[in-house]
Each structure stands twice: as structure tokens, then as C-alpha cells.
């Protein structure tokens, strides 16, 4: 079956980086466009960023735009979020996902397999 791991989530401080990494399993993967979304206690899941198939197409939320960077290795089944110059209000659990259209989509119905969440603290 497909699964989605999502590692590299920890305590930072304000202003510090974050790393995380998206392993998939049991499928295609060069086939999906993968998302990175996010959510905060009390409050809804959020589209942070998502990458095309290739690689070649990106895109991000409002809020973590200029900060974050997503990049992808089909060779290794990896999606990875590269996050700089991290606030509090990013403190959230962080989910992978993986869509099998092939452009850059943000509504979280549109994605088809979801990992189980890291935990990203930033501390004031």
C-alpha cells in the first residue's frame, strides 16, 4: 500500500531552520505532484507548498513564500521542505502529500495519500 513518512520536524528557535523530508512508498511516485500542508492546533489544515511531477513547477502559500523551498529526487522517492527563518506562528504538525494530477494543486480534497504528520515547534 502507498505510505508517506514524514521525518525531521523538531524545536527551533525563532529565526532558525527546519529540514523535513517526505519518504514514499508503494507508488509511482515521478507520477504524483507532492504537497506540503500544515496545521496548527485549533485551527484547519493549510497548503504551504507543492512541487509538479518533474520538479520543474513550484508553488507556495502566502505565508512561507520567500522562506520555504520545496524540492523533490524521483530517484529517491523524497519530497523534501526546506524551511528558513522560521516564526512561531509556524509552529504547526507538517503533512506530505501526494496527488496524482501532475501540476501544482492547494485544496487538500485534491490530494489523494497523506503521511501521518511531523511536529515543527518554533519557540519565541
Known amino acids: 500500500q502507498v505510505q508517506l513518512v514524514e521525518s525531521g520536524g523538531g524545536l527551533v528557535q525563532a529565526g532558525g531552520s527546519l529540514r523535513l523530508s517526505c519518504a514514499a512508498s508503494g507508488l509511482t511516485f515521478s507520477r504524483y505532484a507532492m504537497g506540503w500542508f500544515r496545521q496548527a492546533p485549533g485551527k484547519e489544515r493549510e497548503f504551504v507548498a507543492a512541487i509538479s511531477w518533474s520538479g520543474g513547477s513550484t508553488y507556495y502559500g502566502d505565508s512561507v513564500k520567500d522562506r520555504f523551498s520545496i524540492s523533490r529526487e524521483n530517484a529517491k522517492n523524497a519530497v523534501y521542505l526546506q524551511m528558513n527563518s522560521l516564526k512561531p506562528e509556524d509552529t504547526a504538525v507538517y503533512y506530505c502529500?501526494?496527488?496524482?494530477?501532475?501540476?501544482?494543486?492547494?485544496?487538500?480534497?485534491?490530494?489523494?495519500?497523506w503521511g501521518q504528520g511531523t511536529q515543527v515547534t518554533v519557540s519565541s
Open positions: 502529500a501526494a496527488d496524482r494530477y501532475s501540476g501544482t494543486r492547494v485544496e487538500l480534497r485534491q490530494y489523494d495519500y
